[in-house]
Protein backbone atom coordinates (compact mmCIF):
# COMPACT_ATOMS: atom_id res chain seq x y z
CA UNK A 1 0.00 0.00 0.00
CA UNK A 2 1.43 3.23 -1.48
CA UNK A 3 1.88 5.68 1.52
CA UNK A 4 1.91 9.52 0.80
CA UNK A 5 4.97 10.66 -1.77
CA UNK A 6 6.16 14.47 -2.22
CA UNK A 7 8.91 15.91 -4.73
CA UNK A 8 11.34 16.69 -4.78
CA UNK A 9 12.72 15.71 -1.12
CA UNK A 10 14.82 19.07 -1.62
CA UNK A 11 14.98 22.20 -3.74
CA UNK A 12 17.11 25.47 -3.77
CA UNK A 13 15.81 28.75 -5.19
CA UNK A 14 16.63 32.08 -5.03
CA UNK A 15 14.48 35.34 -4.05
CA UNK A 16 11.70 35.96 -6.57
CA UNK A 17 11.53 32.97 -7.97
CA UNK A 18 8.85 30.78 -8.24
CA UNK A 19 8.58 27.27 -7.15
CA UNK A 20 6.20 23.64 -7.56
CA UNK A 21 5.67 20.98 -5.38
CA UNK A 22 4.22 17.75 -5.96
CA UNK A 23 2.47 15.37 -3.55
CA UNK A 24 1.15 11.60 -4.71
CA UNK A 25 -1.87 10.89 -2.03
CA UNK A 26 -2.26 7.29 -0.34
CA UNK A 27 -4.24 4.52 -2.30
CA UNK A 28 -7.46 5.05 -1.91
CA UNK A 29 -7.56 8.82 -0.10
CA UNK A 30 -8.93 11.40 -2.32
CA UNK A 31 -8.24 14.52 -0.39
CA UNK A 32 -4.88 16.55 -0.41
CA UNK A 33 -3.55 19.03 2.11
CA UNK A 34 -0.58 21.38 1.99
CA UNK A 35 1.52 22.38 5.20
CA UNK A 36 4.35 24.72 6.24
CA UNK A 37 6.41 24.31 8.99
CA UNK A 38 9.33 26.53 9.70
CA UNK A 39 12.16 25.47 11.91
CA UNK A 40 11.75 24.60 15.21
CA UNK A 41 7.47 25.10 14.16
CA UNK A 42 4.73 22.54 14.26
CA UNK A 43 3.17 22.49 10.76
CA UNK A 44 0.86 25.31 9.61
CA UNK A 45 -2.04 24.60 7.80
CA UNK A 46 -1.70 26.26 3.97
CA UNK A 47 -5.08 24.84 2.20
CA UNK A 48 -6.90 21.47 1.46
CA UNK A 49 -8.18 20.15 -2.09
CA UNK A 50 -10.90 18.06 -2.95
CA UNK A 51 -13.13 16.95 -6.12
CA UNK A 52 -10.28 19.79 -7.70
CA UNK A 53 -11.38 22.42 -5.82
CA UNK A 54 -9.67 24.63 -3.02
CA UNK A 55 -12.22 23.81 -0.02
CA UNK A 56 -9.84 25.40 3.14
CA UNK A 57 -7.26 28.04 3.50
CA UNK A 58 -5.35 29.11 6.25
CA UNK A 59 -3.47 32.53 6.81
CA UNK A 60 -1.41 32.09 3.79
CA UNK A 61 -0.92 35.27 0.78
CA UNK A 62 -2.16 34.63 -2.73
CA UNK A 63 1.52 33.88 -3.90
CA UNK A 64 0.39 30.14 -2.38
CA UNK A 65 -1.73 28.48 -5.05
CA UNK A 66 -2.18 24.65 -5.54
CA UNK A 67 -3.86 22.67 -7.93
CA UNK A 68 -5.95 18.64 -7.64
CA UNK A 69 -5.81 16.62 -10.73
CA UNK A 70 -8.43 13.91 -11.36
CA UNK A 71 -5.96 11.27 -10.34
CA UNK A 72 -5.93 12.95 -6.83
CA UNK A 73 -2.07 14.06 -6.82
CA UNK A 74 -1.63 17.97 -5.74
CA UNK A 75 0.89 20.10 -6.56
CA UNK A 76 1.28 23.58 -4.72
CA UNK A 77 2.71 26.75 -6.33
CA UNK A 78 4.42 29.75 -4.73
CA UNK A 79 4.86 32.88 -6.60
CA UNK A 80 7.82 35.38 -5.75
CA UNK A 81 9.79 32.87 -3.67
CA UNK A 82 10.48 35.18 -0.18
CA UNK A 83 13.61 34.57 2.22
CA UNK A 84 10.95 33.58 4.79
CA UNK A 85 9.24 31.09 2.67
CA UNK A 86 12.07 28.59 3.35
CA UNK A 87 10.67 25.54 5.37
CA UNK A 88 9.51 22.21 5.21
CA UNK A 89 6.75 21.30 2.67
CA UNK A 90 4.31 18.59 4.05
CA UNK A 91 1.71 17.11 2.30
CA UNK A 92 -1.27 15.17 4.19
CA UNK A 93 -3.81 13.32 2.08
CA UNK A 94 -7.18 11.48 3.47
CA UNK A 95 -10.34 10.10 2.88
CA UNK A 96 -13.12 12.85 1.54
CA UNK A 97 -15.38 14.54 4.05
CA UNK A 98 -16.41 11.35 6.29
CA UNK A 99 -16.03 10.70 9.63
CA UNK A 100 -12.86 9.60 11.28
CA UNK A 101 -10.65 10.98 8.26
CA UNK A 102 -7.08 10.69 9.52
CA UNK A 103 -4.84 12.61 7.70
CA UNK A 104 -1.49 10.96 6.63
CA UNK A 105 1.87 12.83 6.26
CA UNK A 106 4.34 12.23 3.40
CA UNK A 107 8.18 12.49 4.23
CA UNK A 108 8.11 16.82 2.77
CA UNK A 109 9.85 18.72 0.79
CA UNK A 110 12.84 20.55 2.07
CA UNK A 111 12.68 24.27 0.15
CA UNK A 112 15.73 26.38 0.70
CA UNK A 113 15.33 30.12 -0.43
CA UNK A 114 18.70 31.82 -0.63
CA UNK B 1 -10.25 25.23 16.12
CA UNK B 2 -9.94 24.21 20.12
CA UNK B 3 -5.81 24.96 20.49
CA UNK B 4 -4.31 22.65 22.90
CA UNK B 5 -1.58 23.21 25.17
CA UNK B 6 1.68 20.68 25.90
CA UNK B 7 4.78 20.50 27.90
CA UNK B 8 7.80 22.02 25.86
CA UNK B 9 9.85 18.86 26.77
CA UNK B 10 10.06 15.56 28.42
CA UNK B 11 12.57 12.67 29.46
CA UNK B 12 11.42 8.99 29.93
CA UNK B 13 13.55 6.05 30.76
CA UNK B 14 14.13 3.38 28.09
CA UNK B 15 12.03 0.44 28.41
CA UNK B 16 9.78 2.86 30.87
CA UNK B 17 5.89 4.07 30.05
CA UNK B 18 6.03 7.56 28.31
CA UNK B 19 3.26 9.63 29.66
CA UNK B 20 2.42 12.74 27.23
CA UNK B 21 -0.27 15.14 28.64
CA UNK B 22 -1.93 17.62 26.64
CA UNK B 23 -4.86 20.20 27.96
CA UNK B 24 -7.88 20.73 25.47
CA UNK B 25 -10.36 22.67 27.55
CA UNK B 26 -12.07 24.10 24.86
CA UNK B 27 -12.39 21.00 22.53
CA UNK B 28 -16.31 21.25 20.96
CA UNK B 29 -18.27 17.94 20.96
CA UNK B 30 -17.49 16.62 17.50
CA UNK B 31 -13.65 17.62 17.98
CA UNK B 32 -11.45 14.54 17.95
CA UNK B 33 -8.28 14.56 19.67
CA UNK B 34 -5.44 13.60 17.40
CA UNK B 35 -1.66 12.74 18.12
CA UNK B 36 0.93 12.88 15.69
CA UNK B 37 4.87 12.28 15.86
CA UNK B 38 7.90 13.41 14.08
CA UNK B 39 11.17 12.32 14.01
CA UNK B 40 14.09 14.55 12.31
CA UNK B 41 11.97 16.58 10.44
CA UNK B 42 10.03 13.52 9.15
CA UNK B 43 6.66 13.66 7.73
CA UNK B 44 4.62 13.29 10.98
CA UNK B 45 3.73 9.91 11.78
CA UNK B 46 -0.22 9.51 12.77
CA UNK B 47 -0.35 7.34 16.31
CA UNK B 48 -3.80 7.32 17.21
CA UNK B 49 -6.93 9.30 17.97
CA UNK B 50 -10.15 9.47 20.05
CA UNK B 51 -13.57 11.19 20.82
CA UNK B 52 -14.36 10.45 23.83
CA UNK B 53 -13.63 6.70 24.66
CA UNK B 54 -9.99 5.25 25.71
CA UNK B 55 -8.08 3.88 22.76
CA UNK B 56 -5.46 1.64 22.27
CA UNK B 57 -3.52 0.03 19.14
CA UNK B 58 0.15 -0.97 18.55
CA UNK B 59 1.64 1.99 19.07
CA UNK B 60 0.26 3.33 22.19
CA UNK B 61 -3.00 4.33 24.40
CA UNK B 62 -5.28 7.60 24.31
CA UNK B 63 -6.62 8.31 27.63
CA UNK B 64 -9.88 11.28 27.97
CA UNK B 65 -10.67 12.68 30.52
CA UNK B 66 -14.63 12.32 31.04
CA UNK B 67 -14.92 15.89 30.34
CA UNK B 68 -12.58 15.81 27.85
CA UNK B 69 -10.66 19.02 28.39
CA UNK B 70 -7.60 17.29 28.80
CA UNK B 71 -5.45 13.97 27.33
CA UNK B 72 -2.75 11.52 28.04
CA UNK B 73 -0.79 9.54 24.97
CA UNK B 74 1.14 6.47 26.74
CA UNK B 75 3.42 5.02 25.21
CA UNK B 76 3.73 1.50 27.13
CA UNK B 77 7.53 0.60 26.79
CA UNK B 78 9.64 3.69 25.24
CA UNK B 79 12.46 2.91 23.36
CA UNK B 80 15.12 5.24 21.81
CA UNK B 81 13.71 5.31 18.67
CA UNK B 82 10.40 6.92 20.41
CA UNK B 83 12.84 9.80 20.68
CA UNK B 84 10.57 12.59 18.58
CA UNK B 85 8.44 15.16 19.04
CA UNK B 86 4.57 14.75 19.68
CA UNK B 87 1.88 16.62 18.59
CA UNK B 88 -1.82 16.81 20.08
CA UNK B 89 -4.05 18.37 18.19
CA UNK B 90 -8.07 18.81 18.03
CA UNK B 91 -9.52 18.80 14.41
CA UNK B 92 -13.09 18.11 13.25
CA UNK B 93 -12.92 15.08 11.73
CA UNK B 94 -16.92 14.88 10.07
CA UNK B 95 -17.54 16.72 6.96
CA UNK B 96 -18.09 20.29 6.67
CA UNK B 97 -16.29 23.37 7.31
CA UNK B 98 -13.09 22.70 9.06
CA UNK B 99 -13.15 19.12 8.36
CA UNK B 100 -9.73 18.75 7.09
CA UNK B 101 -7.95 21.40 9.02
CA UNK B 102 -5.24 20.68 11.22
CA UNK B 103 -4.07 23.25 14.15
CA UNK B 104 -0.92 22.01 15.41
CA UNK B 105 1.31 23.98 18.29
CA UNK B 106 4.60 23.12 19.10
CA UNK B 107 4.63 19.71 20.69
CA UNK B 108 6.38 17.79 23.18
CA UNK B 109 9.93 17.06 22.75
CA UNK B 110 10.40 13.79 24.24
CA UNK B 111 14.21 12.17 24.80
CA UNK B 112 14.19 8.73 25.85
CA UNK B 113 17.32 7.89 27.74
CA UNK B 114 19.00 4.94 27.89
Known amino acids: DAGVTQSPTHLIKTRGQQVTLRCSPKSGHDTVSWYQQALGQGPQFIFQYYEEEERQRGNFPDRFSGHQFPNYSSELNVNALLLGDSALYLCASSLGYIEQETQYFGPGTRLLVL | DAKTTQPPSMDCAEGRAANLPCNHSTISGNEYVYWYRQIHSQGPQYIIHGLKNNETNEMASLIITEDRKSSTLILPHATLRDTAVYYC???????????????FGDGTTLTVKP
Open chain 2, 89 to 103: IVRVAQGGTNAGKST
